[in-house]
Structure formats: C-alpha cells, structure tokens
C-alpha cells in the first residue's frame, strides 16, 4: 500500500511512466511538462506555471459551480503575484461544444494560458476552450474522477448529439490531495470509472482482432495490470484510507496516458461514446434527474458485459448467417435520437459483402474460445469493483426499480450507436441478431 508521506512533491511523471513499459522492456514518455500530486500543492503548481510560462500574464480560470470559492483563492493567489485573471462558472451539467465555443468567444485577447479547476466536466470544457483558442490548457483537478485528464480525447454533445472529439492535451496536471472531494458520489465516480474501463479494454482486444489493427497491444495488457493492481486493495477505500484514494487518483492518470500513447479513444469507457449516450438522452428527454458518470457507467459496462455473456452462451454453432440489414434499428434511432437518417447510418456499423461476413465468421471460429476466456478474466476484475462501488451506494439498485425499466434498458442496449467507426464486439452482437428483441415493440 502506498504511504502517503512517499509521494514525489514535484513531479511524478515517473511514476505514470514506470507503471507502463510493455513486456519486451519499451517504455514511453508523456508529451506533459510537468504532473504533480501533493497535499497543498500551490506552491509546486506557481513555480511550475512560471518555469514553463513565465510571469503577469492574464490567465482564465475555468470551474464549476461547486469549486468556485476556492477557484477565486486559487485566482487570488495568482493576482497577488502579479498576474492577471478572469473566471468562467460552468452552469451546465454536460459537456457540449456550444458552452465551449461561448465561453471561447469571450475571452480576452491578452489571455495566456487556461487553468480548468474541477473535475471530469471541467477538464473536457477546458480541453474544447484550448483547442479553439489555440492557447495551452493546465489542469487543477479536485475529484477522483480524472481518468481523462491526460489524453486529448473528449466525449461532447454537437447538434443534439454526443460524439468523440480529438482536441489537445493538458500541459500541466496538478491533483490537489488537501481539498479532494471524498464525498460518496465522488468516490463511487472514481469506482464506476474504473470498472467501465474493463469493458472498454475487453472491446479493445476484439476489435484488435476483427478490425487488423496495427497497435501496440502491450498497452493493453499493461493497462490490465494496472487496474489488477488497484483492485487488490480497492476495499480499504470504504474505510476513507487516503493512500488508497491516492492509488485511485494515480490509476486513472495511467489509464489516461495509455489512451495517449495507444492514439486510441476507445479506452475512455465501457460504452462511453454509445451506450452512454443513450442513457444521458434518456434521462434529458424524460425530464429525469441525470445521474452522475461514473453510476452511470458502471451500470453501461454491467449491461454490456451481461449481453455478451448472453450471446456467448447462445452463438454454440461453429457458423452464423449474417441477419437482416439493421432497418429496425435505424428507424428508432432516427425517431428516439432526432437524427437523420444519414446521421443515423454513420452510427451503426454495416457488413458491406458477404465476403466480409465469411471472413468475421472465420475469425469467430479460430478466436472464440480465447475470447471467451478473455470476458470471463475481465469479468471478475470488474465484480470486485462493482462490489466495493455497493457497498459505498445503499441504493445502487436505483437503475431498475425507481429511475429505469426493464424495457428502458433494452431500449438504450439496442440503440446504442457501435462504439467507433470500426468494428466492435456491440457491432458483432446487434449483427448476429441477439439484440434485436431489444428493439421489437419498443
């Protein structure tokens, strides 16, 4: 377990790094300027802006509304050492691009640099304001829930939708241990994360597979690794062990420099750019309250792990036909999402021959049994957290009983747009026709 007292008061890049060296010995290096984790770290965070910066220059500070009494001490302390700075409040409980190009439309044409100070909101805000204004982001970051705060990826609603997004990656990432929010949501966020990234990573090793990928997988065993590592000490954060939360913090930051050095989004979550999306539409167009990330992940990745388990069990045959076009399904997503019908088609991912089918069937034949045994091994892994993220919400059986039905849940599995633009384990399983009772009579 890690001691609090030997965390590296400057600069722990080394600690990303050294965590994420594939089995053959290569190891790989952040595009970071500095990373710092420390209680109280202002002073560490001031000497780092002005090394790589500079000094009296105007700075935007960017928070949302349950961190901005201490994003204005935190701007005051700048302004008393000579700089400049105006603030931006986040009202909205999503990530969208219209937000970020308002509040990059007001900017000051002195400013310098953009502080984001906050959590997971905060931090994809930021990513949008820099990469439009062309100014370099720093991060200030106050929750657990910080999984993306070192790749350039950003998952945000446009025109109605959510979609992934490619934009910059932070310069400078500062955690703050002394004002960590460890309040139960945040904890269960920090959890919900993590357990979605097992979804996230078993995609990853079937789409290797089914798209011919050229990736460096050791990047995908070595982001196992690290979540097996955090797992075996994972229940101690029920008892508010700070060297736990601490171990939380760092890996998710590792995750986070994976998904860098893979150039690959598909790590950001188990079923965060699809089946997610749909879930947040849900509760926006009935009027419900929208449940935090991390629940709401977790729940993605249970569904997720659940249907392939279900259509593992049931594809025993060594051959499939390929099942009828994906008509059904593109009718309800253009009426459930308000898209159109071309919108709708770059969402669902469609077999273009028969001849492609032959070979996704061949590939089915010669991998299934170490697919199988692949979801199982990641399966259990993503148990335990699930356990641990019970015992911190009495009420985790909210999902079914009071804000969701039975037929809502299949309703958003069904419709979930594939997860990228490649193939995917969730395209596999609409394709072979198990999910379409998802869609009849909805």
């Not at 995609?203 to 011919?212: L, Q, R």
């Not at 420099?257 to 749909?278: H, K, T, W």
Request: charged share 25%; proline share 2%; net charge negative.
């Amino acid at each position: 377990m890690t001691n609090i007292k030997d965390i590296e008061k400057n600069n722990i890049q080394f600690l990303i790094n050294r965590a994420i060296v594939s089995d053959d010995g290569k190891e790989y290096s952040l595009p970071l300027k500095d990373i710092i984790i420390d209680f109280n770290p202002f002073e560490s965070f001031y000497n780092s802006i002005n090394q790589f910066y500079g000094k009296g220059f105007r700075i935007l500070f960017l928070c949302s509304k349950e961190w901005y009494d201490f994003t204005q001490s935190l701007k005051g302390a700048f302004c008393s050492r000579e700089f400049f700075a105006d603030d931006f409040v986040m009202q909205e409980n999503i990530v969208s691009i219209k937000a970020a190009e308002r509040f990059t439309a007001n900017l000051k044409d002195d400013t310098r640099l953009i502080i984001g100070v906050g959590g997971y909101k905060v931090i994809e805000t930021a990513k949008l304001i820099s990469s439009s204004s062309k100014l370099p982001l720093v991060l200030y970051i106050t929750t657990p829930e910080c999984d993306t705060a070192i790749s350039p990826y950003v998952c945000a609603y446009h025109n109605g939708i959510k979609d992934m997004f490619t934009t910059v990656t932070p310069q400078i990432v500062c955690v703050d241990m002394s004002i960590m929010d460890i309040s139960q949501s945040s904890l269960g966020n920090g959890l919900g994360v993590l357990a979605s990234k097992l979804t996230a990573l078993w995609d990853w090793h079937f789409s290797n597979i089914f798209n011919n990928e050229s990736c460096d997988y050791s990047l995908a065993q070595a982001a196992l690794s690290i979540i097996k590592n955090f797992c075996q000490n994972a229940g101690n954060i029920l008892y508010g062990d700070k060297s736990v939360i601490f171990d939380m913090i760092q890996t998710q930051l590792k995750l986070s420099a994976i998904c860098q050095f893979a150039q690959n989004p598909r790590l950001m979550g188990g079923g965060e750019d699809s089946m997610y999306n749909v879930l947040e539409m849900f509760f926006l167009k009935e009027n419900k309250e929208l449940r935090n990330r991390g629940e709401n992940l977790i729940l993605c990745a249970k569904l997720i792990f659940r249907a392939y388990k279900v259509w593992l069990e049931k594809l025993k045959i060594e051959t499939f036909f390929c099942p009828p076009d994906n008509t059904l399904r593109l009718e309800k997503l253009t009426d459930y999402l308000g898209l159109s019908e071309l919108v709708a088609l770059k969402k669902i991912y469609m077999v273009d021959n028969a001849e492609q089918w032959e070979i996704m069937q061949y590939k089915w034949n010669e991998y299934k049994d170490d697919l199988k045994t692949k979801l199982d091994e990641y399966y259990v892994f993503f148990q335990k957290l699930e356990k641990i993220f019970k015992r911190i919400y009495k009420d985790a059986g909210f999902w079914t009983t009071k804000y969701l039905t039975e037929s809502d849940i299949m309703l958003m599995l069904g419709l979930a747009p594939d997860s990228s633009s490649k193939f995917t384990m969730l395209s596999f399983v609409k394709m072979t026709g198990i999910l379409d009772m998802y869609l009849e009579g909805v």
